[in-house]
């Protein structure tokens, strides 16, 4: 007989956690695992990463779930190992291996390759992915056999490297590094560098390292997590308004706070700004987001009352 499973009581939780998301869990999957060991209420994330890929996964605790969308945006870093001279259903090391190939290229075919997939690129989402077509994720189709038309995307590559690796057993790899747009597909980055170099290539291994301001050293483990007392839990978490490092910051007296809080206009002479974090000054507290066009302040994204008077008393 299975013994009950424990009750937990939640509570308010705001903040937000730097998770480095484990090997073989979804990004789910974790995010219901730290949501159960900090006793929170409400929970999200910004963004997913496959099971097969490691690293940086900012979660979103109560207050912090309103702004989870604009994390969304922010330039990724990943650093992947290719395996070459196969491709697979998948484009990693999930996939049944549908083709294979001698790997012939040389050091000047790896650079030229290199440069090739660096800017701007259209890249065609994969269908073991978790976009959506109809209400239905690509990866259910691909499960049925289904291939469904996509549409190509336009993504950029700010960085790349790509550096050959020590043979192993008799498989050659490549090691790469890309900070790359939202959006990017580093799965399909890796099969279209493999067909490239004209032997095929799929990732073996996957991780992510820097997630916009967001960088792997700075985050915790789900182990760490467990370990600690609860206290520490809570103080591994960032404040709030750490998902709103590039907005610019205006403080409102007591009367507009109030008013904005309202969803109301504010006048005033700010400079035109898409992305503004406002606070209120009596007491200091995140009140929300909003834009200024032509010296008015235009609310967005708005934290209730509720949440404001506990993100204070959890400060307190």
């Known amino acids: 007989m299975n013994s009950p499973r424990t009750r937990v009581q939640r509570r308010p939780v705001h903040g937000v956690l730097l998770l480095d998301k484990p090997l073989g869990l979804s990004s789910n999957q974790a995010l219901q695992k730290a949501k159960w060991l900090l006793r929170a209420e409400k ?8 099971p097969l890929a490691t690293g ?7 207050a912090a779930t309103k702004f989870s969308q604009l994390h969304l945006d922010a330039d990724k ?4 190992v290719l395996r ?14 549908i083709a294979e190939a001698a790997v012939t290229f040389t050091p000047g075919k790896l650079q030229q390759v290199q440069a090739l997939f660096t800017g701007e690129l259209m890249q065609l989402p994969p269908m073991h992915s978790a976009l959506k077509k109809d209400g239905k ?5 691909a499960r049925d056999g289904v291939d469904v038309e996509r549409t190509p995307r336009r993504v950029t590559i700010y960085e790349l490297q790509l550096s050959e690796l020590p043979e192993v057993d008799g498989v050659r790899s490549v090691a790469l590094r890309a900070r790359c747009s939202k959006g990017t597909y580093i799965r399909t980055l890796g099969e279209d560098i493999g067909i490239a170099l004209g032997c095929g290539a799929f990732l073996s291994a996957l991780r992510r390292v820097q997630s916009g301001v967001f960088l792997a050293k700075d ?3 789900l182990n760490e997590l467990e370990q600690w007392h609860e206290d520490k839990r809570h103080a591994a978490l960032l404040p709030v308004d750490a998902l709103l490092d590039s907005h610019q910051a205006i403080t409102l007296q007591s009367d507009d706070a109030g008013r904005f809080l ?3 206009r504010r006048r005033g002479d700010w400079p035109d700004h898409a992305q503004v974090a406002v606070y209120g000054s009596d007491p200091h507290s995140l009140l929300g987001t909003a834009h200024v066009r032509a010296g008015e302040l235009i609310p967005e994204r708005l934290l209730n009352p509720q949440e404001i008077q506990s ?3 959890s400060a307190a």
């Open 311 to 313: 993100l204070l008393e």
């Open 219 to 221: 985050c915790v483990s």
């Open 43 to 50: 929970a999200g994330h910004t963004g997913t990463l496959d």
């Open 84 to 97: 070459l001279g196969q491709r697979t259903t998948t484009a990693d090391a999930e996939g049944d291996v």
């Open 56 to 62: 940086v996964l900012p979660l979103c605790f109560g």
């Open 262 to 264: 309202s969803g109301l």
């Open 77 to 80: 870093t990943y650093e992947a």
């Open 137 to 141: 994720a690509l990866y259910e189709y």
